[in-house]
Structures are given as C-alpha cells and as structure tokens.
C-alpha cells in the first residue's frame, strides 16, 4: 500500500482498488501523451 491509513484500515479493499484505478488511468494519461508527442 502506498499510505495505509488506520481509518481505512478496516475497508482496505476500497483503497487498493481505488488506488490501482488511479494507476490504470494514469498509465493511460501517460501512454496517450506519449503517443501524442511522438
């Protein structure tokens, strides 16, 4: 995990899924940006 918070720790699903939608869309970003400038 990235930041485990005491808070969620108890619904840690939700933050590792939300974490890794974040990843998926910042690869996304990064891939799209790459095939622009390219």
């Given at each position: ?26 690869t ?11």
């Amino acid at each position: 995990m990235l930041y485990p918070s005491p808070v969620h720790r108890q619904d840690s699903s939700f933050p590792d899924h939300h974490i890794e939608n974040f990843r998926a869309a910042l690869t996304l970003a990064i891939n799209a940006s790459m095939a622009v400038y390219t």
